[in-house]
């Protein structure tokens, strides 16, 4: 239902960029969302987008560096992921649902990819 592109190893300051993309039942969801485990510790969530008003919402530890967008053309939502700090290092998933910030909330999952930021 999610295809997430594959993350990576990127130094400290650098960028990244994940693509997701929806398909089947998925497509109709209200919202999509990033979220991202770090090693030993709980998923916190990262981002959400709006698919029909384009309105964002991100996480205080993420606002400023990081900007989710979407493409309705190509039916594919980003996270643009710059700044990158070490403690940015985590499986990041893309999630189809409502327009929130509740991980409990989303209905379909992509399968993780995992990036890393060395210092």
């Known amino acids: 239902q999610l295809q997430a592109s594959r993350g990576g190893l990127v130094q400290a300051g650098g960028s990244l960029r994940l693509s997701c993309a929806p398909s089947g039942s998925a497509v109709n969801s209200y919202g999509m969302g990033w979220f991202r485990r770090a090693p030993g510790k709980e998923r916190e969530f990262v981002a959400t987008i709006s698919w029909s008003s384009g309105s964002t919402y991100y996480a205080d530890s993420v606002k400023g560096r990081f900007a989710i967008s979407i493409n309705n053309a190509k039916n594919m939502v980003y996270l643009q992921m710059n700044s990158l700090k070490p403690e940015d290092t985590a499986v990041y998933y893309c999630?189809?649902?409502?327009?929130?910030?509740?991980?409990?909330?989303?209905?379909?999952w992509g399968q993780g990819t995992l990036v890393t930021v060395s210092s």
């Open positions: 999630a189809a649902g409502p327009y929130s910030s509740r991980s409990d909330e989303y209905l379909y």
